[in-house]
């Protein structure tokens, strides 16, 4: 019985002494970016235009005047070619971008011309890229009128910037 109970206690005490397993758990803490809001569009719009007809967050805002039409909108950086092809309906291949710098975003203009039932309409665009939202403005006009807007269009288009916190859309007297 002796043997008994020292077999059970060498039992006991070699069964302390064997290794555990240790179980660690591990987790990544990832700090989710805070949404990125998009930037206010600044730009002079002449006196005809000075209330949008049309605007919402999906499709931005719509001024028309009697000779053309301009056009504001927010979209999603990233695809260029969908961007204008969303506003265009052309691919981006099929025009000739002109690729600059203002403020700290890239900006990509444009001409267009399509024919249609109301003859040929002529169209000029600008997407101001930050790198998170495409800002777009574009303004057309039928072939007639576009060539006597262009003074108007030029002023828009060298206007159209990334509004401070303060500035919003101005207009014109």
Not at 1 to 13: C, D, E, F, Q, Y
Not at 119 to 133: A, N, P
Request: glycine letters at 6%; hydrophobic letters at 40%.
């Amino acid at each position: 019985m002796k043997k008994l109970w020292i077999i059970l206690l060498a039992t006991l005490v070699l069964s302390g002494c064997s290794k555990k397993d240790v179980l660690e758990t591990v987790t990544d803490v990832q700090d989710t970016p805070a949404a990125v809001v998009a930037q206010r569009i600044q730009l002079y719009l002449p006196q005809e235009l000075s209330a949008p007809v049309l605007q919402n967050e999906e499709s931005g805002a719509l001024y028309l005047c009697e000779d053309y039409a301009v056009s504001t909108q927010v979209l999603e950086s990233g695809d260029l070619n969908k961007t204008i092809r969303s506003v265009t309906g052309m691919e981006k291949d099929s025009l000739q971008i002109i690729e600059t710098k203002k403020q700290d975003s890239a900006c990509y203009q444009w001409v267009w011309a399509t024919g249609g039932e109301n003859g040929i309409q002529l169209g000029r665009g600008c997407v101001l890229d930050d790198g998170v939202y495409h800002y777009v403005l574009t303004a057309q006009a039928n072939e007639e009128a576009a060539g006597k807007i262009q003074d108007t269009w030029n002023e828009i288009f060298t206007s159209f910037s990334l509004a401070t916190e303060r500035e919003e859309i101005s207009t014109g007297s």
